[in-house]
């Protein structure tokens, strides 16, 4: 394309922009109803974990909060948790118990339970706005990405090894190996602030929670059930995902 | 500055308009605002949404891979009526799956591990909820959509697992009725354009009760044949189709030594509900 097409085309389109804003001028911007910039907050959130396999968590949550400006924030919580196997993790350890303790198995990965954690991290809020609840209640809202990270005490309970067979044939174990530690995690969050007012907002998340697994791989059965666990640590054990969903409110000052 | 960027720049300064000041902006007496006409109607038109890859989040047993295509028909700015083919693409036993099987030497039931290969819903949407968001400088308008519908998929079952014989074998579970509910975002950029980001379930259920078209009385005779020498197919029941039990894979296994397994499977008896979550990301464009 020649220099002069370019500088025509370039010329019209300088020229047909303005006369397009004229025939259908943007309405001006409202200012936002709900400002956070340079505000504290305080928040509590109740969470269940979705997507279960083995384990099931639920959370209680405090969170403090503070607003740099109308789109960057930082946020410190501690969380305290209750959590279990699913039905499924305890039939996979009855079934197995119904077998003959013979030769080894390999416990499963991702049976870590959360139960306290503290986490510190970043809130990205680049989507402020507003919908309709019915014909007339505009709700406004900030729509975020939380990055962050910390420490979580977690709990182990394997389905695998069992120190004291009580029935055989009922697959029952009245002491199942079980272990705790503290773990670093990373945390990412998509959420939503609901403004109900200028204090407040309903949190709405989805958060998801990695720790690194660990757990152990060719344990003699018989000696396990005899009170001595044998195997050894998985070298490449991987990673636990815990996806919550987490709802609370939070106090804005 | 070049000849064109100082041409750009006269030309730009000289066209450009002051923006038209609003001048009930700030007032005290003002309460109200009329409501902005939607800048791009909905209604009648027809949308088509690509979205090419949809992984499942969640599984337990199995895991799908899939795309889909959504054609939407706007019947109104609030109501349309949506149908969606989808293919699966790639469905396995999960991860999860596969440990259980190795590490405890326990494996799902039948009923569990069913797979969706294909299918289609049709659903009616709802677009309760509209809204505009301010976001790196621009206004995108949206609307939150949930819908929920039915159809039906075609359906396939695990046999012989991926192993040092070869890949693993799969036998077809037949059509079943596949229910959906999801709910999502719906984004317009311009006129015609549009993206979503849906979350969907497609729900399927029953029972194993026969395996590429042969119930349980088919595979024992087919089993029995095998064990004599060879599938014939003789005496089985006209729907199964005992050719899939025949031949040898690319890996140089024998299908014939899945028929004790279909036997086994559909002998197992139970049945499942089972739901394929999964992120439908797609764009789309309005017609």
């Not at chain 1, 199942?176 to 407040?200: D, K, N, Q, Y």
């Amino acid at each position: 394309m020649s220099f002069h097409r370019v500088l025509a085309l370039a010329g019209l389109a300088a020229f047909l922009a303005p006369a397009r804003a004229l025939a259908s001028p943007e309405p001006p911007v409202q200012p936002r109803l709900y400002p956070v910039g340079g505000r504290f907050s305080l928040a509590a959130t109740v969470g269940i974990s979705v997507f279960d396999t083995l384990t099931q968590t639920g959370t209680l949550e405090l969170r403090a909060g503070w607003d740099f400006n109308e789109w960057l924030g930082l946020d410190v919580s501690v969380t305290g948790a209750l959590s279990g196997h699913t039905a499924l993790a305890d039939r996979i350890g009855q079934h197995l118990l119904q077998t003959p303790p013979v030769g080894t198995v390999d416990d499963l990965s991702d049976l870590w339970q959360l139960k306290a954690m503290v986490l510190a991290g970043v809130r990205l809020a680049p989507v402020y706005g507003k919908f309709n609840l019915g014909a007339d209640l505009p709700i406004r809202y900030q729509a975020y990405l939380w990055l962050g990270g910390g420490a979580a005490w977690l709990d182990r309970t394997s389905v695998v090894i069992c120190e004291n067979v009580t029935s055989r044939e009922q697959g029952t174990c009245g002491n199942w190996f079980s272990e705790s530690r503290a773990a670093p995690v990373l945390s990412l969050a998509l959420g939503f602030r609901i403004f109900t007012g200028m204090h407040g907002a309903v949190l709405l998340e989805l958060r998801n929670l990695v720790w690194k697994d660990d757990y152990l791989l060719g344990i003699d059965r018989a000696a396990s059930e005899s009170g001595t666990v044998t195997g050894q640590r998985a070298p490449n054990p991987g990673f636990t995902n815990t996806v919550l969903i987490q709802l609370g409110y939070a106090f804005i000052f | 500055m070049s000849v064109l960027g100082t041409l750009l720049l006269v030309s730009a300064l000289g066209a450009a308009p002051e923006p038209a000041s609003d001048p009930l902006a700030g007032s005290p007496n003002v309460q109200y605002r009329v409501l902005e006409p939607k800048p791009f109607p909905d209604a009648l038109r027809h949308e088509l949404t690509l979205q090419p890859f949809v992984p499942q989040v969640g599984s337990t047993f199995t895991t799908h891979w899939l795309s889909s295509l959504t054609y939407t028909f706007h019947a109104t700015e609030w109501l349309g009526l949506r149908l969606q083919p989808f293919w699966v693409w790639h469905a396995q036993r999960s991860r999860f799956s596969s440990e259980l099987l190795s590490r405890v030497r326990q494996d799902a039931a039948a009923a569990s591990s069913v797979m969706l290969q294909w299918g289609a819903v049709a659903a009616p949407e709802w677009s309760p909820i509209r809204g505009k968001f301010a976001a790196f400088g621009g206004i995108v308008r949206y609307g939150f959509v949930i819908f929920a519908g039915a159809g039906v998929g075609g359906t396939e079952l695990e046999l012989k697992t991926s192993d040092a014989l070869g890949p693993a074998t799969y036998g077809s579970t037949g059509l079943r009725m596949v229910a959906t509910g999801g709910a999502g975002f719906r984004m317009q950029f311009g006129e015609r354009w549009t993206v979503r980001l849906e979350v969907q379930d497609l729900i399927h259920w029953g029972s194993v009760s026969r395996i590429n078209g042969c119930d349980s009385a088919d595979l024992k005779t087919l089993n029995d044949q095998h064990a004599a020498g060879g599938i014939t197919g003789a005496g089985v029941g006209g729907q199964c189709n005992f050719g899939a039990f025949q031949g040898t894979t690319g890996g140089g296994y024998d299908r014939g030594n899945d028929v004790g397994i279909a036997q086994s499977k559909v002998n197992e008896g139970g049945s499942d509900t089972l739901h394929v979550v999964g992120i439908y990301l797609g764009i789309g464009v309005e017609l």
